[in-house]
């Protein structure tokens, strides 16, 4: 199992960027891809991106495209969420999930083949 540990949440500014951290502990965090989901107020949670354990394949929600980046270091247990022109859609608990993988290449944008969440983090847009 994984511990996983989102911050970098809060309170910002329509057009303004945040970046989230989400930070492993436990079994071996280098060969699990890994996710960044959302629930916005009332609604279901959703993906918004997620990445294969090398780091080379990404997946992301059409609504994210060319605003949000994933990245991770597998140095450091960490994965990051970038994110960049926020606009108050985005509000919403964001979510880290992780999940153990044999292949390299593999990511996952479906929330039930995740073993592994965060607490979540709070990110509110105002506008």
């Known amino acids: 199992q994984v511990q996983l540990v989102e911050s970098g949440g809060g309170l910002v500014q329509a057009g303004g960027s945040l970046r989230l951290s989400c930070t492993a502990s436990?079994?071996?965090?280098?060969?699990?891809?890994a996710g960044w989901f959302r629930q916005p107020p009332g609604k279901a949670r959703e993906v918004v991106a997620t990445?294969?354990?090398?780091?080379?394949?990404?997946y992301y929600l059409d609504s994210v495209k060319g605003r949000f980046t994933i990245s991770r270091d597998n140095a450091k247990n960490t994965v990051y969420l970038q994110m960049h022109e926020v606009k108050p859609e985005d509000t919403a608990v964001y979510y880290c999930?992780?999940?153990?993988?044999?292949?390299?290449?593999?990511?996952?944008?479906?929330?039930?083949?995740?073993?592994?969440w965060g607490q979540g983090t709070l990110v509110t847009v105002s506008e």
């Open positions: 999930a992780a999940r153990s993988s044999l292949y390299s290449g593999a990511y996952y944008y479906n929330q039930d083949q995740y073993e592994d």
């Open positions: 436990g079994r071996s965090f280098s060969s699990a891809a």
């Open positions: 990445i294969s354990w090398s780091g080379l394949r990404t």
